[in-house]
């Protein structure tokens, strides 16, 4: 009787997790086919134009996440740049759930799947949008849950080949984004301050496994070294404050993170781990650390020290770095998101008296604010709900000049205006390449244009990021331009004053106006380069 009970409890579980993947990815997908691409996700296209073995600002996994939509569709779109992260951030929610199933209860792995699938920061950066964290949250998982499969066995430990595989799967990690080091650095602190575990540190798997972890993040290397250390440079260098360290900086980024997990999920997860650390604190036992005895009967602790020790280190390290530079909050997003496992752990604890319904109505309560709010944003970003002018838009809140969010515009329209003039169709026909002036605007003028015609898409910017690599400065000379870039970036004050002593010639053409909610809410300039006479100089590059 009593192991039908746990059977019957444990299958309404699993199907109570497909449930929750199920909902997760249907959400994610009306907003991957609904929501346009910004700057940054559609420079990610141009990546998948231009293989290589990693890339100045990012390693190259994401442009494979980027690209097997395109390449299996043949069809260029928001959604099908978007179908690999569909699918990788699917496979991450399942490890992770599997990770929380190994160290806990069901209950805490129901809870842990449902919280990471409710944040909204989790949800469209890291499960919608094209973007290296995809795959570097992916590998997180799967070395997360191998972590597991090796540590916490219920028997006495012994290393295994799991090693090598974490070193792979840390290996591949890296090849999404460099944060991926920082999870290779946890497993050994978590190993370094376990004294049952700290033989890992000198077993026959791990020395194989470091071999494979440098074989695996070769290509990063291997482009770094042809390339003068270009990308390491840059990532080291980049963003750091001229007026020192400043406290409000570290302040300010936490209350961005907060904000970015959504206040009744962000404020619960900091207070689990600052609960946690404390008591991992306090019930460490120094001496045993220091004569090599073993505490394996203190189950607790270690799961609670190998969920630390991939959370903080993350979590801790941009906080105290961001009192001298400028962080993103997604960059500390994996440590929490790792850390759900301990939230979710405090959610069942609060759930054990069966008239408690807080852990309910906070979850529930916040998952519907969270659908509210996504809506009304989407809504807003895709139609102009709350601009003015506007001829349809419910509430004239955010003037057009001043919202930002029109930088996220129908692709449609402006590959609509060459498509539909049969002057600029045809100069883009005849021109050898076409450039812009701004790098973040590549992307999405690549993803405008590939379908008609497929030229080669350039910058002339003293800041070109990734295109100073994807050509030769001077392979343009001699050759007939389209330059094309939007009024809000000054197309038309660089025509003028930038690139005239570049070209024998240089002709407006016309103008391609984006319209939301019936108003134009960005204009895009065409121009007739003919002839460039000379490089355009690079700070860096080919």
């Keep these: 009787m009593g192991i039908q009970l746990y059977q019957g409890f444990s299958a309404y579980y699993h199907r109570t997790a497909v449930i929750i993947l199920l909902v997760g990815f249907l959400v994610r997908l009306v907003i991957s086919i609904w929501l346009n691409p910004g700057f940054e996700e559609a420079h990610y296209y141009l990546y998948t134009l231009h293989p290589d073995w990693s890339y100045f600002d ?11 939509g395109v390449w299996l569709t043949g069809q260029v779109s928001q959604f099908t740049i978007r179908i690999g992260t569909l699918l990788l951030y699917t496979g991450s929610l399942i490890f992770l759930y599997l990770a929380a199933l190994r160290l806990y209860p069901l209950q805490v792995a129901i809870n842990t799947l449902a919280i990471a699938s409710a944040i909204p920061i989790f949800q469209i950066a890291f499960g919608t949008l094209s973007s290296p964290d ?21 028997r006495a430990y012994h290393p295994s080949y799991r090693l090598t595989l974490l070193c792979l799967t840390v290996g591949l990690a890296c090849l999404g984004k460099y944060d991926g080091l920082i999870l290779g650095l946890g ?3 978590f190993c370094l301050f376990s004294p049952h575990y700290r033989r890992a540190l000198r077993s026959k798997w791990l020395l194989i496994g470091i071999p494979i972890f440098l074989l695996t993040i070769s290509p990063i290397l291997f482009w770094n070294i042809i390339h003068d250390w270009a990308s390491f440079r840059f990532q080291s260098g980049r963003d750091i404050s001229t007026g020192g360290y400043q406290i409000d900086r570290v302040i300010s980024t936490l209350l961005f993170e907060i904000l970015y997990l959504f206040p009744t999920f962000g404020l619960p997860l900091l207070w689990a781990i600052i609960r946690t650390t404390s008591q991992q604190i306090k019930n460490f036992d120094w001496r045993q650390y220091t004569s090599g005895r073993s505490f394996r009967t203190e189950w607790d602790l270690e799961k609670r020290a190998l969920l630390l020790w991939l959370s903080l280190p993350l979590i801790l390290g941009f906080t105290i770095v961001s009192g001298d530079r400028q962080i993103s909050p997604d960059w500390k997003m994996p440590g929490f998101w790792t850390a759900t496992i301990l939230l979710a752990e405090l959610v069942a604890i609060g759930r054990r008296n069966s008239a408690n319904r807080v852990p309910y109505r906070w979850f529930f309560g916040s998952i519907a604010v969270i659908i509210l709010l996504l809506s009304i944003g989407l809504s807003h970003i895709g139609s102009g709900t709350f601009q003015t002018p506007s001829k349809s838009a419910i509430f004239g809140l955010f003037p ?3 919202d930002t969010s029109t930088q996220i ?7 609509q205006g060459f498509v539909s003039n049969s002057k600029l169709n045809r100069a883009l026909k005849k021109a050898d390449f076409v450039f812009t002036n701004r790098h973040y605007l590549g992307g999405q003028i690549g993803m405008a244009i590939e379908p008609i015609f497929h030229k080669p898409i350039t910058c002339f910017d003293p800041e070109p990021r990734d295109f100073a690599f994807w050509s030769q400065s001077k392979q343009w000379v ?6 094309l870039g939007s009024k809000t970036f000054e197309v038309d004050l660089d025509a003028q004053k930038r690139y005239p002593s570049y070209f024998k010639e240089l002709t407006k053409l016309g103008e391609i106006p984006i319209r939301r909610s019936g108003e134009i809410v960005e204009t895009f300039s065409v121009y007739q380069a003919q002839t460039m006479l000379k490089p355009f100089p690079r700070p860096y590059g080919n």
Excluded at 58 to 68: E, H, M, N, S, Y
């Design 400 to 402: 057009i000049k001043t």
């Design 409 to 415: 515009f129908d692709l449609q329209q402006l590959r």
């Design 134 to 154: 995809t795959p570097l949250l992916f590998f997180w998982a799967i070395s997360l849950w191998l972590a597991t499969q090796e540590f916490f066995d219920y």
């Design 187 to 189: 497993l050994i602190g």
């Design 58 to 68: 990012r390693p190259p996994l994401v442009a494979w996440t980027t690209g097997i």
């Design 478 to 483: 001699g050759k007939n331009a389209i330059y």
